[in-house]
Nanobody, 117 residues
Framework: QVQLVESGGGLVQPGGSLRLSCAAS????????MAWYRQAPGKQREMVAT???????KYLDSVKGRFTISTDNAKNTVYLQMNSLRPEDTAVYYC???????????WGRGTQVTVSS
């Protein structure tokens, strides 16, 4: 079993920034992928950003140029730097991890991000 623990959410004004962190209880050096998803009230969960062990990244179109996903293998942590935040970014943000040779996908419990004036 792997635990993923998110932190860094909170209330921020439009145009502000937040950095989310997700600490894994297993080495992430050889992950298949890690990702951030989000789910707003009444909406389906959607992929925000993904990163592979080779640092290949993908982003949801609406966050391109504003959000950046990165990893720190020494800390087994994945980050999501969120800039120029908009009210429509308000959601619970979840960390996801896919490890090789592991039949399970892992999710964190989520961290709330609220963008409001």
């Amino acid at each position: 079993q792997v635990q993923l623990v998110e932190s860094g959410g909170g209330l921020v004004q439009p145009g502000g920034s937040l950095r989310l962190s997700c600490a894994a209880s297993r080495s992430i050096a050889s992950i298949n992928s890690m990702a951030w998803y989000r789910q707003a009230p009444g909406k389906q969960r959607e992929m925000v950003a993904t990163i592979t062990s080779s640092s290949s990244t993908k982003y949801l179109d609406s966050v391109k140029g504003r959000f950046t996903i990165s990893t720190d293998n020494a800390k087994n942590t994945v980050y999501l730097q969120m800039n120029s935040l908009r009210p429509e970014d308000t959601a619970v943000y979840y960390c996801y991890a896919d490890f090789p040779y592991d039949a399970y996908d892992y999710w964190g419990r989520g961290t709330q991000v609220t963008v409001s004036s």
